[in-house]
């Protein structure tokens, strides 16, 4: 059991009383905050709401499943979600269109130059340190902790979280991981992902998860090898639609299909590549003059010190195919200048490009990165549950506004974020208030607070009558030369630590 600590406020009141130091305007001000905290606390919907009461959520990534996939073959998992709920038939996710930084966004609401996690690949200058999802930087907290994910947020609130595979959520982030979650390991199949997120919904009722996050890795490696537009990507989608029916089945044989949401997104899509279509730098800059950070299609460019208008200039008209930035005229909707981990010049290949050194590094016939604009960066989205309408079509959202339609499903405050749940309460089976509460959620899954806090309450009210009453009788009486109005005031800033 937890038990809320009697505020340190009301505790200086109560101080404040017995000593009768107090004037009665401070009285009733100090008097009038419990209740205004508990008048917030229970409007939070929260610490009254016991795990019994809370909502459950589940958010899928397939990683790189194209909006456009579930129609190519046939996708009868897919489609019985979306009879059943609703789709969003274009979802602008957050440039750059990559893995990491597009998982981020979805569990924050922030877009990347908020969040830090600017690419898959990043250097920060200030720390001179880099960080590459290939190797252990990745498990460094502070790349991650300009910003708080989502299963943290509910923690805070006093639910819980599990997390099979998203990609940040098994590093230790401002001190915390998920109450239960999985160390990313590639060879860890599907389906005993599943099992794992399965067993935390259903566990006992003091420790089931309420909000959950699995990822797959497909169809991104295999859009990457073949292609998207390759004919043998066909059956590579039809079994991420097997995946889903067999995560549908799952949940039904727990008795968890019916009270789960269901979420089913991903970070980005996929654009065809060719041989045909590489740019070469190093036919327009010298090595010597820089250092390449991340890779095609956005490349990372830091120069070499004093070098970067040399550096610009060799680059911004050198091949028709590739658009050259300096960080501070990136066009503001990608919303990505604003922090010191992206590179001072950028370069951004037009769609179906790749950009490399020369032509003896490794090819890819599919990849992400491009314009979050483009058609082909863009991820599925299809949602199913008792939060959610049935058989709606949506035309647009933003990935960010993904963040406060979760934490309003959730019964959870949203932290500061980019998005907006205006945008897409449409899609949800009822109407939100008008107001949403913005104050930060309390802590303990028991709370005692409304009774006890009514309790002091009316105490303190009925202290503060009698306090009243006899200052009062006293300015009638004459004035005693012992009684100094002084002596009260280094008690009272002492008790409301002034």
């Known amino acids: 059991m937890h038990f809320r600590v009697v505020p340190s406020h009301a505790r200086a009141m109560l101080g404040c009383l017995l000593r009768r130091g107090c004037g009665p305007l401070v009285l009733l001000w100090g008097l009038m905050l419990p209740l205004v905290s508990l008048r917030r606390l229970n409007q939070h919907g929260g ?47 957050v440039y750059i269109t990559k893995t990491f930084p597009n998982h981020y966004s979805l569990v924050t609401g922030l877009y990347a130059e908020t969040h830090g996690i600017v690419a898959n690949e990043m250097y920060d200058p200030a720390a001179n340190r880099s960080f590459s999802m290939e190797t252990d930087s990745i498990y460094e907290s502070w790349w991650w902790e300009e910003a708080v994910p989502l299963w943290l947020t509910i923690q805070k ?24 979650y999985l160390p990313y390991n590639a060879s860890v199949s599907f389906e005993d992902r599943v ?17 959950g996050v699995l990822y797959w890795e ?29 995560l549908i089945n799952e949940l039904k044989k727990a008795g968890l299909y019916e009270s789960v949401n269901l979420i089913v997104t991903s970070d980005h899509g996929m654009a065809q590549l060719s041989p045909d279509k590489i740019i070469e730098l190093d036919q327009y800059v010298s090595r010597d003059l820089y250092t390449w950070v991340d890779k095609s299609p956005v490349v990372g460019i830091l120069p070499v010190e004093g070098r970067n208008d040399e550096v610009y200039s060799k680059l911004v008209d050198a091949n028709p195919n590739m658009v050259v930035y300096k960080k501070e005229d990136l066009p503001e909707r990608f919303h990505y200048q604003h922090n010191i981990r992206i590179m001072p010049i950028l370069i951004e290949s037009k769609e179906g490009w790749t950009i490399m ?122 004035s005693l030369k012992h009684r100094s109005r002084e002596m009260s005031q280094p008690l009272l800033q002492e008790d409301l630590h002034l």
């Open 195 to 211: 099992g794992r997120i399965i067993e935390w919904f259903s566990a006992p009722e003091e420790e089931a998860v309420d909000f």
């Open 157 to 180: 609130a006093g639910g819980r979280s599990g997390a099979a595979m998203w990609p940040g959520s098994d590093v230790k982030i401002h001190g915390e991981f998920p109450d239960r």
């Open 357 to 478: 050194q020369n032509r003896t590094g490794p090819f890819m016939l599919g990849n992400h990165g491009f314009d979050n604009t483009l058609r082909s960066m863009q991820p599925v989205f299809v949602a199913r549950g008792p939060a959610f309408r049935q058989n709606y079509l949506k035309d647009s959202m933003r990935a960010v506004d993904l963040y406060p339609l979760m934490c309003h499903i959730l019964s959870v405050p949203a932290l500061p974020n980019n998005g907006s749940l205006r945008n897409v309460q449409d899609l949800l089976s009822q109407e939100p208030a008008r107001t949403t509460p913005s104050a930060p959620p309390g802590a303990g899954v028991h709370s005692y607070a409304p009774v006890v806090g009514s309790f002091l309450g009316v105490v303190m009210v009925l202290g503060f009558l009698v306090v009243y009453i006899k200052q009062v009788t006293l300015k009638q009486l004459p």
């Open 47 to 93: 610490r009254s709401q016991g795990p019994r009461d809370r909502p459950k959520l589940l958010l899928l990534s397939f990683d790189g499943f194209r909006w456009d996939y579930i129609d190519r073959v046939p996708t009868p998992n897919f489609h019985n979600l979306i009879d059943n709920g609703v789709m969003v038939e274009q979802v602008e996710n």
């Open 218 to 246: 497909e169809p991104d490696e295999s859009g990457h090898l073949l292609g998207p537009e390759s004919s043998l990507m066909d059956p590579v989608i039809i079994d991420i639609d097997g995946k889903l029916g067999y």
